[in-house]
């Protein structure tokens, strides 16, 4: 199958799976694997890439939210009979009525003589509407899957409902080995476009690290065509990304799509998201962010210092959403009038401050993974500081635990390419420092900016952009 690029570690560790059931060598022939990850994340593409490369006979079925149950039934059968699962005869004009008996069917079709690949799409949607379907899929799992030689892969958006399946209290509990799908790396962004530096940060920070996007990339081609080039097209990846997302999850004037664009407009503190909102009760507004939170739409961060704070700050953590929400969404009248000019104009008054924030969980994730090769290596956080006056607000923090016991060091981050960080920056860092718990005369400073340190800067250390695309290997 052509056309598919990265997820090179992902293969590896699917292939180490099938060989498990290759080998033969444990009580279940089978494997089981719960792959999770948020929507758009190429969960699906992979799969079925790995299914196509393995050469193995296999079977994908594609669920569909609040689908009648019979018809999902049915589906599970028609791709069984449509297969290439050597016995996938058995399963044509069969119209199974539980699930029991749908994955029974389906085992019924697998060889015994050499391992079968079986991927379920978006597993909660189909057990969401079959009560006892969770005891149902263990049944037959333990019953008859598992005694074939097959990887079976179950793969799901709904991160928190695919959790669930893995509790101790739940039926299919200690059966599956749990995969994350995480987006594309700004590394992996990078090597897709061709673009380096602060340009593929700025890429990631668009495409939010998806797949489909960042396919539509152009070898080279600078943000600014990207966009261009994608406002210009109401099919463009970018254009319909983030309304199949919503679609999928939060229904056209749901109260859950006014608090996301607030948060995705930039407001992060409880009482400004409200504000922006429509005034929401505060018990409303608290219900909705912490659904977001669970479905991890949305993260909420709080200062990292040896002293406990609740001064929450919110912010878009799906990355799909991250880009789309502020600039995409607000231009499609403007894309389907195809005006990307206007589109771009909003891009050009707003990107740089609102890049100034949405890279810094992306800054903060690179320091600590570059801090492993380091005298660093026992920070375990990395976040910043503020407090309820917003001033001074510390950029970057590392400490050992949250709250920490110790803090490691203080650093700015100054995201821009003109100027490096000055020794007067430097200076203004190590004054406001002062006030963050935990920190001494005697703590680290250290920065981040593209274009380097100032010579003489009193750091301890200092990474730029490409050092930050380098802590992702």
């Given at each position: ?31 089981a ?61 069969n ?13 019924a ?36 899957l ?9 793969l ?7 959790e ?35 340009d ?40 319909v990304?983030?309304t ?64 406990t ?7 878009i953590?799906?990355?799909s ?23 771009m104009?909003?891009?050009d ?21 570059l ?7 026992h ?9 309820r006056?917003?001033?001074p607000?510390?950029?970057?923090l ?5 709250p ?17 960080v ?18 001494t ?8 900016c ?24």
């Amino acid at each position: 199958m052509s056309g598919f690029v990265g997820r090179a570690r992902e293969l590896d560790d699917l292939r180490e799976q099938l060989a498990v059931v290759e080998a033969g060598t444990r009580d279940a022939r089978g494997v089981a694997v719960l792959m999770r990850g948020r929507r758009r994340v190429g969960k699906s593409r992979l799969a079925e890439e790995f299914a196509e490369r393995t050469g193995a006979p296999h079977v994908i079925f594609q669920a569909a939210r609040h689908a009648p149950v019979a018809q999902e039934l049915a589906g599970i059968a028609d791709a069984v009979a449509a297969s290439n699962l050597p016995s996938a005869a058995l399963a044509a004009g069969n119209t199974p009525t539980t699930l029991t008996a749908a994955l029974t069917l389906l085992a019924a079709t697998l060889p015994d003589d050499r391992p079968s690949v079986v991927v379920i799409d978006e597993v909660p949607w189909l057990l969401e509407g079959i009560p006892g379907g969770a005891g149902e899929l263990q049944r037959v799992w333990d019953r008859a899957l598992s005694r074939k030689p097959v990887l079976l892969l179950l793969l799901g958006s709904d991160l928190a409902m695919m959790e669930q399946l893995t509790k101790a209290d739940q039926p299919f509990h200690g059966r599956a080995t749990e995969m994350v799908l995480h987006a594309l790396s700004p590394r992996d962004v990078a090597r897709m476009t061709g673009l380096t530096g602060v340009d593929a940060f700025d890429a990631h920070l668009i495409t939010g690290g998806q797949p489909l996007i960042a396919q539509e990339w152009r070898h080279g081609e600078t943000p600014t065509d990207f966009l261009t080039r994608s406002f210009g097209s109401s099919l463009s990846a970018l254009v319909v990304s983030g309304t199949r997302v919503l679609d999928a999850e939060f229904p056209e004037g749901d109260l859950t799509r006014r608090v996301l664009t607030a948060v995705g407009d930039g407001e992060r503190a409880f009482s400004k998201i409200q504000d922006a909102a429509g005034g929401l009760q505060p018990t409303s507004l608290h219900r909705v962010l912490t659904a977001l939170i669970t479905k991890r739409v949305v993260a909420a961060d709080t200062p990292l210092s040896t002293a406990t704070s609740r001064e929450t700050r919110y912010r878009i953590a799906d990355p799909s959403l991250r880009f789309w929400l502020p600039f995409v969404q607000p231009a499609s009248n403007e894309v389907d009038r195809a005006r990307p000019d206007l589109a771009m104009a909003r891009v050009d008054r707003s990107f740089s401050t609102w890049r100034g924030r949405a890279v810094e969980p992306l800054v903060r994730e690179g320091v600590s993974r570059l801090l492993l090769d380091t005298a660093w290596a026992h920070v375990a956080e990395v976040g910043g500081w503020w407090p309820r006056s917003n001033t001074p607000e510390i950029d970057l923090l590392g400490a050992d635990r949250r709250p920490a016991k110790e803090v490691a060091f203080v650093g700015t981050t100054k995201w821009r390419t003109g100027a490096p960080v000055t020794r007067g920056e430097v200076a203004k860092l190590a004054v406001d420092a002062r006030s963050v718990p935990g920190v001494t005369p005697q703590t680290p400073l250290v920065a981040v900016c593209p274009a380097g340190v100032e010579d003489g800067a009193p750091v301890a250390a200092s990474w730029t952009a490409d050092d930050l695309l380098n802590a992702w290997q």
